[in-house]
């Protein structure tokens, strides 16, 4: 099994930056891909960004429109921490931001969440 522990949410007003990180424990992969995940009251969960890590290369992979230029994914395998770096904040991107992996095309391990809460 793997363990993902997100941390780094918090109140922040727009404009402003937060880091987030998630840090897996437990089974240990050598392929694998992470991701990040944000859901919004009354709204679906939505993907973020990812990373995908394979043959001792971290790639990042997909990036949100919505927060293309803003949010920077990275990820630290030897901490076996993802960060998720969130500049210039809006409003809208207040949400439970989750943490999820898996060591194939599926995220088949999930965070508790951290909330992100950004004011006007």
């Known amino acids: 099994q793997v363990q993902l522990v997100e941390s780094g949410g918090g109140l922040v007003q727009a404009g402003g930056s937060l880091r987030l990180s998630c840090v897996a424990s437990?089974?240990?992969?050598?392929?694998?891909?992470m991701g990040w995940f944000r859901q919004a009251p009354g709204k679906e969960r939505e993907f973020v960004a990812g990373?995908?890590?394979?043959?001792?290369?971290?790639?990042?992979?997909n990036v949100a429109d919505s927060v293309k230029g803003r949010f920077t994914i990275s990820g630290d395998n030897a901490k076996s921490t993802m960060y998720l770096q969130m500049n210039s904040l809006k409003p809208e991107d207040t949400a439970v931001y989750y943490c999820?992996?898996?060591?194939?095309?599926?995220?088949?391990?999930w965070g508790q969440g951290t909330q992100v809460t950004v004011s006007s």
């Open positions: 999820a992996g898996g060591d194939s095309a599926t995220y088949d391990y």
């Open positions: 437990g089974r240990t992969f050598s392929r694998y891909i």
């Open positions: 990373i995908r890590r394979s043959g001792g290369i971290t790639f990042i992979g």
